[in-house]
């Protein structure tokens, strides 16, 4: 069962980057293994968010654990960007109070984001 096995602690750094101050530790049944983003890790959160204003109102802190998690897994592990979607989708669907909708959503618009940022 995929789940979170520790919490998100961060320190804001006041350049829209945030700080990891204990590493966070999860579980995905997708890439059966556990994924810990170490302390010091370094993430701007949902990146994805800021470049859509609509969704930024509505999610803007939703899921940031699911997002440290997909941050890490793109700048520091040999995974492709399709299977780190794969695992925030699943990291979102295990986060205490994000329903359905707003996975769904954000996924979408993760998704959406990596397809356009190929182009940039």
């Known amino acids: ?20 101050m204990a590493p966070l530790t999860y579980q995905s049944d ?11 890790y ?3 959160l949902n990146t994805v968010n800021r470049r859509f204003p609509v969704i930024y109102s509505l999610f803007h802190d939703v899921g940031n654990s699911a ?7 793109l700048t520091d592990s040999h995974i492709l960007r ?3 979607d794969e695992v925030y989708k699943e990291a979102l669907r295990v986060t205490p109070g994000v329903p ?10 993760v998704k959406l984001y990596g397809y356009f940022r190929r182009y940039e």
């Open 82 to 84: 399709v299977d780190a």
């Open 100 to 109: 359905r909708w707003k996975c769904a959503i954000m996924t979408m618009a």
């Open 30 to 40: 997708f890439l059966g293994q556990h994924i810990v983003v170490p302390k010091g």
């Open 42 to 44: 370094v993430t701007d």
């Open 67 to 73: 997002a440290v998690i997909h941050d890490f897994l």
């Open 1 to 20: 069962m995929s789940l979170y096995l520790s919490e998100l602690f961060l320190r804001c750094r006041g350049d829209d980057k945030w700080e990891l």
